[in-house]
């Protein structure tokens, strides 16, 4: 079962990753947009009305720091922007989109998302928590669904098929950075620069194994008291190499992730959006 769900989310990042440089024209009654405010990068995700990948596009951007919204007027600029190109590539208008915040903001930043994503354009039909809009994709019945983002690592634990606790801890790939940017004397834009480049991951490794463990020990409490029988890595940071090995030996439970987890929580929101919205 955990290898068929993984095998067909690779399958669907994959064809959203094709999607990305050569979008899918194609006749569709309506299309379904999934927005990732994410610390790092801004991924807008479009499916057609059977939820199959049609486009996309992302930019790395600073206008959210630990989940939270800092440059609002950006925020928009850059969602607007991300629309606008994919609109040009399909020759057609985006109406619908959901979106995701970290466990426990809704009350703190929702109200800033939403008013994000509807001036920049869209009607507002989902707004999830990023590790339940991942699950979308992923179909985990009985696991952990952990979002390694920038600012934040958010876990949702789901069993017999239903979410029963979404949690939320400020540690992510931010103080990787911090960590590499200390080691290198690097500045932290040059920091995260580094980091992205996969090259670079056994080199850094060792000194990110700290950081690592502290996300397996964020884990291990959140988890505590539920019978968890695998850990599911999305998010930006979790596309670090081997960071799924660290985290299996520090809590002792198989951890799996997908060929590239950036992408699994955008298509997650994608897969929640409807045509109703959100009032």
């Known amino acids: 079962m955990k290898?068929?769900?993984?095998?067909?989310?690779?399958?669907f990042v994959a064809e959203f990753e094709k999607v990305i440089k050569k979008p899918?024209?194609?006749?569709?009654?309506?299309?379904?947009?999934?927005?990732?405010?994410?610390t790092a990068c801004v991924v807008l995700a479009v499916l057609d009305e059977n939820?199959?990948?049609v486009a996309g596009a992302y930019r790395y951007a600073d206008v959210v720091r630990d989940g939270m919204i800092v440059d609002y007027i950006g925020a928009v600029e850059l969602v607007r922007e991300l629309k606008e190109e994919v609109e040009r590539k399909l020759e057609t208008e985006l109406v619908y989109a959901?979106?995701?915040?970290?466990?426990g903001?809704?009350?703190?930043?929702?109200?800033?998302?939403?008013?994000v994503v509807q001036s920049a354009g869209f009607e507002l039909t989902n707004l999830l928590d990023e590790p339940t809009a991942a699950n979308?994709?992923?179909?985990?019945?009985?696991g952990a669904v952990v979002d390694i983002g920038g600012g934040t690592t958010g876990i949702s634990i789901v069993e017999n098929g239903q979410v029963v606790k979404v949690a939320d801890e400020a540690t992510g790939g931010t103080h990787l950075s911090l960590v590499i940017a200390g080691a290198y004397k690097f500045p932290f834009e040059?920091?995260?620069?580094?980091?992205?480049?996969?090259?670079?991951?056994?080199?850094?490794?060792?000194s990110l194994k700290p950081v690592i463990?502290?996300?397996s020990s964020i884990i291990i409490q959140q988890i505590q008291g539920y019978h968890v029988e695998g850990i599911y890595l999305v998010g930006g940071t979790a596309c670090l190499k081997n960071i799924e090995t660290i985290i299996e030996k520090v809590t002792g439970i198989p951890t799996y992730k997908p060929s590239n987890p950036m992408f699994v929580t955008p298509l997650g929101i994608a897969v929640s959006c409807t045509n109703q919205v959100l009032t």
Do not use: V
């Open 190 to 206: 040059a920091a995260e620069t580094y980091k992205r480049n996969e090259k670079n991951h056994d080199e850094l490794l060792p």
């Open 51 to 53: 939820y199959k990948p």
């Open 213 to 215: 463990e502290k996300i």
């Open 98 to 103: 959901a979106a995701s915040l970290p466990p």
């Open 24 to 38: 899918k024209r194609h006749d569709s009654k309506t299309y379904y947009t999934g927005i990732d405010l994410g």
């Open 105 to 115: 903001t809704d009350e703190l930043d929702g109200g800033a998302i939403k008013n």
């Open 136 to 142: 979308q994709l992923l179909n985990i019945t009985d």
């Open 3 to 11: 290898r068929q769900s993984m095998k067909a989310c690779n399958q």
